[in-house]
């Protein structure tokens, strides 16, 4: 039986960093427009969904063509609002494409979902790119990953990790192949029913990292690694940012 995939693109207007940042304009369209657009282009997604508790997204969403289902205002989480959509709609395999994620493409996206239709022993999944400055790596914006010889996760830290006892600053990623954290989740629909009946860690508190509830439960995350740069958006100023990712 073939595996349905669903993608869903939690989405708020409570930004702290950035309030509505969902819909601030770029090149004439609210910047969650680009989100969905590229996600859009994946061959494996079925279906897509925008999730919101707000009527201002719904509306925008709904103009530029997207498939909305409205949320419970109280998530603390995106994937916790994933999780209800999760509940409505069913699905295999779901993704938990965070908004403010630019510059992911369909290809990377397929690549992982494909690998978990192959083998159904990876539970999540996510993916990670190469650090290559300091301002990602010593950015807490910019999450960083440890993983192990088979490319499962080990933790995720707003801090840089590992720590280098004997760091070089003009060598450090010579010295270390520092990780850094793109914005998306591989559920297989179990996995994600039980993440929403979970009780927040106190791990995940302290570092305002959800997928930290994964991992202090002993579900393994699977990483795969991409060459694609992604963009965080966390001001208004970062948006000219986007030129680089969208051409």
Known sequence: MAQQVLAVIPARLGSKRFSGKVLYPWRGKPLLFWVHKTV???????????????????????????????????????????????????????????????????????????????????????????????????????????????????????????????????????????LGHIGVYFFRGAVLRQFARWKRSPLEKAESLEQLRILANGVGIRAFKTRIRTVSVDSPDDVKKMDGVYR
């Open 40 to 178: 859009a282009r994946s061959k494996l997604i079925d279906r897509l969904i925008i999730a919101t508790d707000n009527d201002e997204i719904e509306r925008a969403a709904i103009g530029f063509g997207a498939e909305v289902v409205r949320t419970s205002s109280k998530h603390r989480t995106g994937s916790d609002r994933v999780a209800e959509v999760f509940d409505k709609l069913g699905g295999d395999i779901v993704l938990n494409i965070q908004g403010d994620n630019f510059g992911l493409t369909g290809s990377a996206l397929d690549r992982v979902i494909a690998a978990m239709k192959r083998d159904r022993k990876i539970e999540c999944a996510t993916l990670v790119n190469r650090i290559v400055d300091d301002c990602e790596l010593f950015d807490p914006n910019k999450v960083k990953v440890v993983v192990d010889g088979d490319s499962n996760v080990l933790w995720f830290s707003r801090f840089p990790l590992p720590y280098l006892v004997r760091a070089e600053e003009n060598n450090r990623f010579e010295q270390f192949p520092f």
